[in-house]
């Protein structure tokens, strides 16, 4: 793992251009470029309070500010999931004519993700101070918090672009993987809604442990406890090694599926 | 490294076996294999042998031409000289840094501007960003894009983006220059002047591997050649003497 990542840290010059890359090309395409990212949110936002609020009369309060910390991580993870498990295919002109870490494909496709979250924390931010929830201390946790669900988020998506070239349906799959995990992970509702044996078995989804921070730090105010922290930096790091195992086992193969 | 001695020869591969698994129709889905998993099937894919025994050294300031029917090998070689393809046996030491003409322009990214690729491309062979800038200009000014580097490069034609990555491959100051049936894109002036290139690249004591289909080429650029067949080299020697052999037949597909 630390040979991989060391490679990685070589090539970091080529992980910021194509970061850049991505930005670029996701915003030359569309007329509100950058303003894109964060009016997105906003409008899923108002569509979620619209019907949980009025339509479903679920009481939740400040209902946007509850759901758009939650929807934010969520989006990243699920963004960066179905983009990145297609990265390796994406790339295989590249794959097949330079010698780079291959891995630098999937990492700069999360963490071009990833600059696309902190864009989406403004209008957040702006949400609560219209709505009067005003930001709280418990912030500090969030470089950190950013951190784990950036390293988890990249493990998971190292382990699905390998599997992608070699199966064809991985894609499919993820997508309706994805929309079952959207329910089991507390975003349009609070986890505490759950009766207390259900809450059990919903806290053995490990994304819970890095959505469930930006709910507390953002809506509640307050730092997450230091046992959830402490759990989501575990599968974090857990996640990054078993992705950089699974890549590192198969990618001399890459270029034999690929055609 | 750099250091050793100069008769060590730079490019050295030694009793090279590449087997590709033979993907037939389309890759296997993942509902499928784990069907078959549970069934306790064990899918073996079926191995197909590019090259099966290749061994050969390229000295410091020669030119290695290596020509062969299509399907002979010529591509898997070249794949393996770049460093993207792990060969199934045998070794390849290659020292100092390796450079690829595969595919001129492949790695373009057809929306961004040629200066975009310019410093994406740059990245990819391993140069930083500041390098690059000292580069930039000249590299520009070889591919003559002066006007239209930051246009698109969906924009360019086949010759314009090729050329761009050749003055691309070849400022990069590598120590090894592989080169693949490439040539053929750009004007006579263009060709004239990538070979000026390439001849004093060589003359700086520099390697290179040539791969053509382009048989006057290789007899005038090599000093030697390498004849595939079936993943075999049936014919190692003078570029002239190769040529000649491969003319008369031998080597032929159907041969």
């Not at chain 1, 988890?152 to 309706?176: C, K, M, N, P, Y």
């Not at chain 2, 591969?13 to 998993?37: G, P, Q, W, Y």
Request: glycine residues 8%; positive net charge; aromatic residues 10%.
């Amino acid at each position: 793992m630390r040979k991989s990542l060391s490679e990685l840290w070589r090539y970091r010059d080529l992980a910021r251009l194509l970061v850049a890359k991505e930005l670029k090309l996701r915003y030359r395409r569309s007329v509100l470029g950058f303003a894109w990212t964060m009016l997105n949110p906003l409008l899923t936002m108002i569509i979620l309070s619209a019907v949980f609020a009025h339509v479903l009369r679920v009481q939740v309060e400040h209902f946007p500010v509850f759901v758009l910390s939650a929807l934010l991580p969520w989006n990243f993870f699920a963004q960066s999931v179905v983009g990145g498990s297609l990265t390796i295919v994406h790339n295989e002109s590249l794959l097949r004519n330079v010698r780079v870490p291959r891995a630098i494909f999937p990492v700069a496709l999360v963490t071009s993700h990833l600059v696309n979250l902190l864009l989406a924390l403004v209008p957040l931010l702006l949400v609560m101070i219209v709505l009067g929830v005003p930001p709280k201390p418990g912030l500090i946790a969030l470089p950190y918090c950013l951190l784990a669900l950036w390293t988890f988020t990249t493990g998971v998506v190292l382990v699905l672009s390998t599997w992608t070239v070699f199966f064809r349906d991985v894609a499919q799959i993820v997508e309706v993987f994805l929309t079952a995990l959207f329910y089991l992970t507390p975003v349009i509702y609070p986890l505490s809604m759950l009766p207390e044996q259900t809450r059990a078995v919903f806290r053995l989804n490990p994304v819970l442990y890095f959505v469930e921070p930006f709910r507390q730090m953002f809506y509640e105010g307050r730092i997450p406890a230091a046992s959830d922290l402490a759990i989501a930096g575990g599968l974090a790091v857990a996640s990054l090694a078993i992705g950089l195992a699974v890549f590192r086992r198969r990618e001399h193969l890459f270029l034999h599926y690929l055609s | 490294m750099k250091t050793a001695s100069s008769s060590t020869p730079p490019v050295r591969v030694r009793d090279v076996v590449m087997e590709f698994r033979l993907v037939r129709e389309s890759r296997l889905s993942l509902k499928e294999a784990l069907i078959r998993a549970l069934r306790g099937e064990r899918t073996r894919p079926e191995q197909f042998r590019a090259l099966d025994g290749i061994s050969f050294e390229v000295a410091h300031g020669e030119a290695l031409g290596i020509i062969g029917a299509n399907g002979s090998g010529k591509t898997t070689t070249l794949r393996l000289l770049a460093g993207v393809l792990r060969p199934t046996e045998g070794s390849i030491e290659i020292d100092g840094r390796v450079t690829t003409l595969i595919d001129l322009g492949a790695g373009f990214n057809p929306e961004l501007s040629g200066g975009e690729n310019v410093y994406l491309a740059g990245a990819l062979y391993g140069f930083s960003q500041a390098e690059m800038r000292g580069k930039f200009d000249r590299i520009v000014a070889f591919a003559g894009l002066e006007s239209f580097i930051d246009v698109p490069v969906k924009n360019y034609s086949s010759g314009m983006s090729a050329r761009l990555g050749f003055a691309l491959a070849t400022d990069v100051d590598p120590d090894v220059l592989i080169v693949d049936e490439v040539l053929g894109v750009g004007d006579a002036e263009f060709q004239a002047r990538c070979f000026d290139r390439m001849r004093r690249f060589r003359e700086s004591g520099k390697t290179i591997v040539f791969v053509s289909h382009d048989l006057a080429t290789v007899r005038s650029f090599c000093d030697r050649a390498i004849l595939l067949r079936h993943g075999r080299s049936i014919r190692e020697g003078s570029a002239e003497e190769v040529v000649a052999a491969y003319e008369s037949g031998l080597g032929r597909a159907d041969s």
